[in-house]
């Protein structure tokens, strides 16, 4: 079993950047794919971003395109994500989230284990 616990949200305007971290404890890393999700207010949870073990394959939502990127250090026990550029619509609490194996995933149901989630304002 592995734990995740996210840091480094907070509240930024928009155009700032945020690096949001997900570090993980119990069992190595490097045997897990990792996504990033998001839910806004009223909202359901959606995909932002996903990246392998390796950190060789990845992919992102469309909505964060060129703004955002994943990436990991497996040797911290870690994944980050990089959100450049914000607007407010990127406003929400942002999850990471954990499955076994090295394929990436978009779908909340392809994942087995989820942190806490860490909240990132942007104001206009």
């Known amino acids: 079993q592995v734990q995740l616990a996210e840091s480094g949200g907070g509240l930024v305007q928009a155009g700032g950047s945020l690096r949001l971290s997900c570090a993980a404890s119990?069992?190595?890393?490097?045997?897990?794919?990792v996504g990033w999700f998001r839910q806004a207010p009223g909202k359901e949870r959606e995909f932002v971003a996903t990246?392998?073990?390796?950190?060789?394959?990845?992919d992102y939502a469309d909505s964060v395109k060129g703004r955002f990127t994943i990436f990991r250090d497996n040797a911290k026990n870690t994944v980050y994500l990089q959100m450049n550029s914000l607007k407010p619509e990127d406003t929400a609490v942002y999850y990471c989230?954990?499955?076994?194996?090295?394929?990436?995933?978009?779908?909340?149901?392809?994942?087995?284990?989820w942190g806490q989630g860490t909240q990132v304002t942007v104001s206009s």
């Open positions: 990246i392998n073990w390796s950190g060789s394959n990845f």
């Open positions: 119990g069992r190595p890393f490097s045997s897990y794919a």
């Open positions: 989230a954990a499955r076994r194996g090295n394929l990436i995933a978009t779908m909340r149901v392809q994942y087995d284990y």
